[in-house]
């Protein structure tokens, strides 16, 4: 894939605030939190982990879906929210899509091997909060809102990978 096929402009126009390690972007609607997703997947290589906090609704799993569309997947991308997981193999690239949101017990995770999964793929985890202390320290946090119609996401870095993450996907914006 080329740089070119990303949608990269209307992100960028979008973005409101950046410190260090947070950055904050309004996606007007969903084609927003496609592109950023698919953003992401110009961005990140395995191992990483991000975790999507957000209401039912908020676009999680938009993201994950903007995300796997531009590497090329075509199938379905639906929350795994009974399976609690999803694999994808794109591309050479091993990617988990958690939904922890019936998880009622996180001892679970241990059950369903998934300290494995997250060694060297690309991990997205919906519901990480009810994972907490069975899942690995992830690398991105990502906060999803409702706002008027669209949302706001509220990124973190939490690692050097991180940090190198929000920062590559904001470099064009200092010259916008
Ligand atoms: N930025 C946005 N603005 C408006 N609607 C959005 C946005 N992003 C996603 N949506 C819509 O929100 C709905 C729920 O999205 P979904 O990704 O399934 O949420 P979650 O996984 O958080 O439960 C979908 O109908 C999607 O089209
Ligand atoms: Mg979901």
């Known amino acids: 894939?080329?740089?070119?096929?990303?949608?990269?402009?209307?992100?960028?126009k979008s973005v409101i605030l950046k410190t260090m390690s947070t950055l904050r972007i309004l996606l007007k609607n969903e084609q927003a939190t496609l592109d950023f997703g698919a953003r992401l997947a110009e961005t990140i290589g395995?191992?990483?982990?991000?975790?999507?906090?957000?209401?039912l609704g908020a676009g999680k799993t938009?993201?994950?879906?903007?995300?796997?569309?531009?590497l090329g997947y075509t199938g379905q991308v639906k929350s795994p929210t009974y399976t609690l997981v999803e694999p994808y193999k794109i591309a050479d690239k091993q990617i988990y899509h958690f939904d922890l949101y019936r998880l009622e017990n996180p001892e679970e995770l241990e059950l369903i091997g998934a300290?494995?999964?997250f060694q060297n793929a690309i991990c997205f985890v919906e519901w990480p909060e009810k994972g907490k202390n069975y899942l690995p320290s992830p690398d991105i946090v990502c906060y999803l809102d409702f706002k008027n119609s669209g949302r706001v996401l509220k990124c973190e870095s939490k690692s050097k990978t991180g940090e190198y993450i929000t920062n590559v996907i904001l470099k064009p914006c200092s010259s916008d």
């Open 1 to 12: 894939m080329t740089h070119g096929q990303i949608p990269t402009a209307p992100i960028l």
């Open 46 to 55: 395995p191992p990483c982990i991000v975790f999507l906090h957000g209401e």
């Open 62 to 70: 938009t993201l994950v879906r903007g995300f796997l569309r531009a």
């Open 115 to 117: 300290r494995d999964y």
